[in-house]
């Protein structure tokens, strides 16, 4: 079967290397220069950042895609993944402050006790009620293919957690007395760009998956895995085209024959479209509902000489909402620090982190700063995924199946979601529909 994949980011890249292994002639178009997508590094005067997230939750989604696809991630990496001791530490309003632990709910306990008696404890029962939340989800949502239109096929579990009315927001603010809890358990909500109160209460499952698999860093930063899979692409002898954007599919009968580019049209048994589908005017009605999830302001710094030396992300939970994300990409005695900004950004970032008692003003070398429009040109289209807008979001969203017979759909904007975890599954899930050649 020739298939194309729109999209050269990881959903696109990891969907044509599943793809190719199953036997069949992938061609992967891209509209940029480069494959990658979010996961692609920014580089500028000898300094290197993260273009995108810098660990992953649930590691076992991508060791399944190199595995499915060719040799084991561990043996391409020559290493092996490595965890994460901290996943961030949270600094509040009063001063105090929680680093949070990854991959143990001891270790969490001990933690949040440090902020008071009783609040490791209070914290460890919020995050229980999401062990059998994630097992509903695991084996009808996120490892098995969904299609929201066919409620005959949708099993009764999955239809009642979808349907459930209490926010997320209403959520924390019943089970902690503490602000501190409620914004630790709905920052990776909060960091995404949603507000609370239109994220249904089951989307919290987040705060278990950190809490039961902890978190997990790429040696070398996450650009490895461009690196990697552009690898595995030229080894499954795909067809990879880069500065070749899709303006839309062509579509005759209800079923795709071709995707539409400038230089023509392109046959296609069947398409995978790992790029927002609002952009493409043939599936573009089907998502009229959905918006994009925004990213956030980013100022990527290259610092040099006296600099704390940070170890983990830092989120100043103020308005605006500022983390810290340290990265490896420096030359001797410098340091990258990538500056994610949430909220009424009126200032500078790095003025608004004076006041929260870091000055590095005098210690930047170089900066690269980016709006979220920026960012949304630079990788044509938003890798945050579509923003919760009430209980009805999950059931907009396509993939992997459309209803244009020979259409697919993954990538962040697809089932089941965005984050590098679920945006690698949605590939398989494809994968999987699709089947063998």
């Known amino acids: 079967m020739r298939i194309i ?6 959903g696109g890249m990891a969907a044509a290397a599943r793809l190719a292994k199953q036997g069949h002639e992938v061609a992967l178009l891209e509209a940029s220069h480069h494959l990658g997508g979010a996961l692609a590094p920014v580089e500028q005067e000898g ?5 995108g997230p810098s660990s992953t939750l649930l590691p076992a989604a991508l060791r399944d895609l190199f595995r499915k696809s060719g040799r084991a991630l561990e043996k391409e990496l020559d290493v092996e993944l490595e965890p994460l001791p901290v996943l961030r530490e949270h600094r509040f309003a009063d001063r105090t402050s929680v680093l949070l632990p990854g991959g143990s709910r001891a270790d969490q306990i001990a933690a949040f ?4 008696a009783g609040l490791g404890e209070r914290w460890a029962q919020h995050v229980d009620l999401y062990n059998a939340v994630w097992e509903v989800l695991r084996r009808h949502y996120v490892e098995v293919p969904w299609t929201p239109g066919d409620k005959s096929a949708v099993p009764k579990e999955l239809t009642s957690l979808f349907d459930i009315r209490e926010t997320l927001h209403k959520r924390l603010r019943h089970d902690f007395r503490d602000e501190r809890l409620a914004l630790v358990a709905g920052h990776p909500a909060t ?3 949603h507000d609370l109160r239109n994220v249904p209460s089951w989307v919290g499952v987040t705060s278990y998956l950190e809490q039961r698999f902890g978190g997990w860093r790429v040696p070398g930063g996450m650009g490895r895995l461009v690196d990697l899979l552009g690898a595995r692409l030229a080894l499954r002898g795909v067809t990879i085209r880069t500065g070749t954007p899709v303006s839309d599919l062509v579509v005759r009968d209800g079923r795709v024959v071709a995707v539409r580019t400038a230089d023509g049209d392109a046959d296609a048994d069947a398409v995978v479209v790992a790029i927002d589908p609002r952009r493409l005017p043939t599936l573009a009605p089907y998502v009229e509902k959905t918006m994009p999830a925004i990213p956030p302001v980013v100022s990527h710094l290259g610092l040099s000489g006296d600099v704390p030396d940070l170890t983990h992300d830092i989120v100043f939970n103020a308005e605006p909402m500022i983390t810290v994300r340290p990265g490896s990409g420096a030359p001797e005695g410098g340091a990258a620090w990538t500056l994610l900004g949430r909220g009424k950004i009126a200032e500078d970032m790095v003025i608004a982190l004076v006041r929260h008692g870091i000055d590095v003003r005098e ?6 700063d980016l709006s979220p429009r920026d960012l949304v040109e630079q990788w044509n289209g ?5 923003l919760w807008q009430g209980r009805g979001t999950v059931r907009s969203r396509l993939g992997p199946t459309t ?5 697919y759909v993954a990538g962040a904007h697809a089932a089941p979601g965005a984050g590098v975890p679920f945006v690698t599954q949605s590939a398989a899930l494809v994968a999987q529909v699709i089947g063998s050649a």
């Open 47 to 51: 300094y290197r950042w993260e273009g």
């Open 191 to 193: 960091a995404e760009g």
């Open 5 to 10: 994949v729109i999209g050269g980011g990881l």
């Open 403 to 407: 209803p244009v017979a020979g259409v």
């Open 113 to 116: 006790d440090e902020l008071g």
């Open 363 to 368: 210690n930047i070398v170089t900066r690269v």
């Open 382 to 386: 938003s890798p945050m995924g579509v």
